[in-house]
């Protein structure tokens, strides 16, 4: 003869409860574990463009104005330098990643969403972005401008 | 009355038996709002409701043309605008009222915080109201990108970059708010789903609560009122407060309908991911103090990032508000709290001088 306890969490009916509440739970994470997958955005191959050719020609960069150019996925500026050479750099804000500008009437490269300052070397000068922008190298082949990661 | 045995009172009879309509009655009559020289603020809550029923209808409408894809999404409302009759007028109303709706949720929240209405037994309703003044943040943000102008595509990838900006789990949730790295035709579809689908669903069970909980309780009285011993006086809901009330509506209407035709809503440029952010961008107006503020921070504060410190900063304030019911223990005790209406007296004057600064300080600055 055995004893069947009637304690809650014992015996018989212990098993039951416990047997019910682990394949609640294991139903549970079945339900919600794919959805929770699914809200996850799948991995987009990056762009791995190590260089870009562009098709502004050097001649049409003047002097204390700015472009932006498609560099991958990013946007990137182009601005020649008052010495005359040619830079190119990240258009992406430091701060909070808007697109930076040029602004010819204080000469140097401006952020308008919070009014962040970088000067020609890409370097913050003013407000808040907490870094420079990132730097490409710039090559000239004839009439052929090459921006590439630096190294 | 209607006399039993007439057709009314048969109908009223057949429909009390099956859904207790006397039951309904008694509650309407039941309820009373107390009359006293704060009342005014009482409105506030009613009026929210109504013009969030305004965004329900209009959002409704505004579906039948709208398309939420990159591609699509400007030139739909393009054609809204232009083509469709009234459709400037649908979309003027849904935008006025929506910036309509989270003004007069804050003076609501303002009014709760500084006539001590959260005491107990409401620290639930406030930390559902709390909820609510969220989820209505939440819409404006996922409504402000949709028609994928330049403006709404710059200020959502602020936006979503603060989160970003989250120890540990920032990184996760930009990707899961913009559906990928960037902001791009999935981070559309992803606002409109949830602003469509996901916060009607939680403001509608939130709501329900927080409307529950002001029946349960009753409106409450300041204390002030209460510790000035004057005999409490009420004036019933139905009809007194709710004709009061519809006034109110009315007038909030023909406001949306001067509103939406004098200044209608504008669209703006077409977004372009490879542009820069144009000159004067600028969030919505009640998204300014965080924005202004974040602008004053320098680069680094105490080796932090100033951004991080803002974000964190606004979040921490948020979290206090969230906790005032439990914090204000002197009004919880019956006691008066001046140390709490400063605090409050203090945040607006805050919100309303940086919101200010936003607008006249020179963007180019």
Not at chain 1, 21 to 43: C, D, E, H, I, N
Not at chain 1, 142 to 148: A, D, F, L
Not at chain 2, 188 to 212: C, E, Q
Request: proline residues 7%; aromatic residues 12%.
């Amino acid at each position: 003869m055995t004893s069947l306890s009637l304690e809650p969490g014992t015996g018989r009916r212990g098993f039951i409860n416990w047997l019910l509440g682990t394949s609640l739970a294991a139903f549970l994470v079945s339900v919600f574990y794919p959805v929770a997958r699914y809200l996850v955005p799948p991995k987009v191959e990056e762009s791995m463009a190590a260089s870009v050719k562009l098709s502004i020609k050097p001649d049409d960069v003047k002097p204390n104005t700015g472009q932006i150019f498609k560099f991958g996925n990013s946007p990137a500026i182009l601005v020649r330098a008052p010495s005359g050479e040619l830079r190119a750099f990240s258009a992406v804000c430091t701060h909070l990643h808007c697109t930076v500008q040029f602004r010819p009437d204080i000469g140097h490269i401006w952020c308008a969403c919070h009014n962040g300052h970088f000067d020609l070397n890409g370097q913050n000068i003013a407000g808040p972005p907490p870094r420079p922008l990132d730097k490409f190298v710039v090559n000239v082949r004839g009439s052929q401008i090459v921006v590439s990661k630096g190294t | 009355m209607a006399v039993p045995g007439a057709p009314r009172g048969r109908l009223r009879a057949w429909l009390d038996e099956r859904i207790g309509l006397a039951d309904f009655e008694y509650l309407a009559k039941k309820k009373r709002v107390p009359v006293h020289r704060h009342g005014v603020w009482y409105y506030f809550g009613g009026m929210t409701l109504f013009l969030f029923a305004i965004q329900v209808a209009t959002g409704i409408l505004l579906l039948f043309y709208y398309r939420p894809s990159a591609e699509e999404a400007y030139e739909s409302i393009q054609f809204l605008m232009a083509e469709v009759e009234f459709g400037w007028l649908i979309r003027s109303i849904h935008a006025w009222s929506a910036n309509l709706m989270i003004f007069t949720v804050f003076v609501h929240l303002f009014s709760v915080l500084l006539l001590k209405a959260y005491r107990p037994p409401r620290e639930v309703t406030w930390f559902s109201g709390m909820a609510l003044l969220g989820l209505a943040l939440a819409f404006g943000f996922t409504g402000y990108l949709l028609p994928w102008n330049e403006l709404a595509f710059f200020a959502t990838k602020v936006g979503t970059e603060i989160t970003g900006v989250l120890p540990l789990v920032g990184a996760f949730l930009l990707r899961l708010l913009r559906g990928g790295d960037e902001v791009t035709g999935a981070t559309l579809t992803r606002f409109y789903g949830i602003h469509v689908a996901v916060l009607p669903l939680l403001v509608t069970a939130l709501l329900g609560l927080h409307l529950f909980l002001v029946q349960k309780h009753g409106m409450s009285v300041p204390p002030s009122v209460e510790r000035s011993g004057a005999a409490p006086r009420t004036t019933p809901f139905v009809p007194n407060f709710l004709l009061r009330d519809v006034v109110g509506w009315l007038c909030a209407l023909a406001l949306l309908a001067a509103l939406a035709a004098f200044f209608p809503a504008e669209l703006g440029k077409k977004a372009d991911p490879f542009a820069s952010a144009p000159i004067g961008i600028k969030p919505e107006w009640y998204f300014m103090f965080m924005f202004q503020t974040l602008k004053y921070l320098p680069s680094h504060i105490l080796g932090v990032e100033g951004e991080v410190v803002g974000i964190v900063g606004f979040g921490l304030g948020g979290l206090f508000l969230l906790l005032v019911p439990f914090l204000d223990r002197r009004t919880a005790c019956g006691a008066p709290s001046r140390l709490f209406t400063w605090i409050g007296i203090g945040l607006i004057v805050y919100v309303i001088a940086l919101t200010y600064l936003g607008y006249t300080a020179s963007p180019t600055k």
